[in-house]
């Protein structure tokens, strides 16, 4: 009788780990399948991935030469800009101080020129006023 109970449970645990081990080829099988698959998708995208890391790679080289080029630029336009200003800074300078003392000396003389218009009942308020020179003076 015992013999018979050690068989049975020698067949209930035999069949039990038959049964563990089913569904454990079962589960190598679907991970094989699903790393066979992440595999077949990722090596796509890895060249993908590696034709844009290229493709960005030679973008960066080109702006890197506008880069250069725009400091380039930037640094002819400095140049330029400070040879201007001493060729012509100077000169303009004088000539527009020249300008503004001709218009001052030409106002000076429209002020102090003696008004020759009289108006009924009322003089020029030059008139009434005197002149710079003699203000002061009398």
């Known amino acids: 009788m015992a013999g018979i109970l050690v068989a049975v449970f020698w067949a209930i645990l035999v069949s039990f780990i038959a049964l563990v081990l089913v569904r454990l080829a079962q589960t190598l099988k679907a991970a094989t399948r699903l790393v066979a698959e ?53 000169p303009l300078v004088k000539v527009a101080a020249f300008g503004y003392g001709v218009r001052r000396a030409m106002g000076r003389r429209d002020r102090d020129a003696p008004q020759s218009t009289v108006f009924v009942g009322k003089s020029l308020p030059s008139a009434r006023r005197g002149s710079r020179r003699t203000r002061g003076k009398g």
């Open 38 to 90: 992440v595999t077949e998708q990722a090596v796509p995208l890895l060249a993908d991935a590696s034709a844009t890391v290229r493709s960005a790679n030679t973008q960066l080289a080109r702006v890197d030469s506008i880069a250069a080029d725009v400091q380039e630029v930037t640094a002819n336009a400095s140049a330029l800009s400070s040879t201007v200003s001493s060729a012509f800074g100077g």
